[in-house]
């Protein structure tokens, strides 16, 4: 996820000054410098915000990391957390052991960030100043659209609809084209016709203000092809209870990654 937002971030008309932790990046320029290391911060930097994108089982060596390697300069900064489930009490709790008190908030974007064309909800812990909100806020529209979230509960739920959503549709173009094969199609024509349909349905959500309900009927003719498909996958054990299945499942998980 943090490579998603780092290349949306650098594709951006005005991308922020970043200092960028990661062993598997090269190529630092007057935008962006690349560390492999926390050691290897420069020392005049101080950062507004720490975005913190790694697995969750590493945060505290990170956080304890950063506050060897930079101490006193973290003083005035905010993380921003991007992992599914470690807590914004957790966190501050980390850095306080790594010797910096400071606030903590949490987003979940997704991966058509890296493009543009992320979704982000954004909570805010209680301690973070209306200018790091506003700042996390925008580093985040910069790669798409923002939801605040009043509740950090709600980050799970999040979690299993935008944040892992992508999947959700990806897999959907798979199936499509596959089945667009299975019935005679050409490779390449059948990845077209699965990704532009796709594409043309998400831009027809986004732009036009019918319900995705309303939309679903209007260009579904009674007795026609579109209902004959629908009629198999509306049926109960079909779509309507195998999504919120999914649904269920990844909130569980998320609310297990936090403990």
């Known amino acids: 996820m943090?490579?998603?937002?780092?290349?949306?971030?650098?594709?951006?008309?005005?991308?922020?000054?970043?200092?960028?932790?990661?062993?598997?990046?090269?190529?630092?320029?007057?935008?962006?410098?690349i560390v492999r290391t926390a050691a290897e911060i420069p020392a005049d930097f101080q950062p507004d915000i720490i975005v913190l994108a790694v697995k969750p089982s590493v945060a505290e060596i990170v956080i304890d990391a950063l506050g060897k390697a930079m101490g006193p300069r973290l003083s005035g900064a905010a993380i921003l957390s991007v992992m599914a489930g470690r807590t914004c009490e957790t966190l501050s709790d980390?850095?306080?052991?790594?010797?910096?008190?400071?606030?903590?908030?949490?987003?979940m974007p997704n991966t058509p960030s890296s493009v543009g064309a992320g979704i982000s909800g954004?909570?805010?812990?209680?301690?973070?100043?209306?200018?790091?909100?506003?700042?996390?806020?925008?580093?985040?529209?910069?790669?798409?659209d923002v939801v605040?979230?009043?509740?950090?509960?709600?980050?799970?739920?999040?979690?299993?609809i935008s944040g892992s959503g992508p999947a959700y549709v990806f897999?959907?173009?798979?199936?499509?084209?596959?089945?667009?094969?299975?019935?005679?199609?050409?490779?390449?024509?059948?990845?077209?016709?699965?990704?532009?349909?796709i594409y043309g349905a998400g831009r027809m959500l986004d732009d036009l203000p019918e319900s995705a309900e309303d939309l679903r009927k209007a260009v579904t003719s009674p007795n026609g092809t579109t209902a004959a498909a629908l009629?198999?996958?509306?049926?109960?054990?079909?779509?309507?209870?195998?999504?919120p299945k999914a649904i269920d499942a990844a909130t569980k998980r998320a609310d297990e990654l936090a403990g």
Request: net charge negative; charged share 20%; with cysteine.
């Open 94 to 107: 980390s850095a306080r052991l790594a010797g910096a008190d400071i606030p903590v908030l949490r987003a």
């Open 171 to 197: 897999l959907l173009a798979e199936l499509l084209e596959k089945a667009g094969q299975q019935h005679g199609l050409a490779p390449n024509v059948a990845r077209r016709l699965a990704r532009g349909t």
């Open 231 to 243: 009629a198999v996958l509306m049926k109960p054990d079909a779509w309507p209870q195998t999504v």
């Open 122 to 144: 954004l909570y805010a812990s209680a301690a973070a100043t209306p200018e790091q909100k506003s700042i996390c806020h925008d580093l985040l529209f910069a790669v798409g």
């Open 148 to 160: 605040p979230v009043e509740n950090e509960d709600d980050l799970s739920v999040v979690t299993a």
């Open 2 to 33: 943090g490579g998603a937002l780092l290349d949306g971030w650098l594709a951006s008309p005005t991308p922020p000054r970043l200092v960028v932790l990661d062993r598997h990046r090269t190529g630092s320029d007057d935008t962006v410098t």
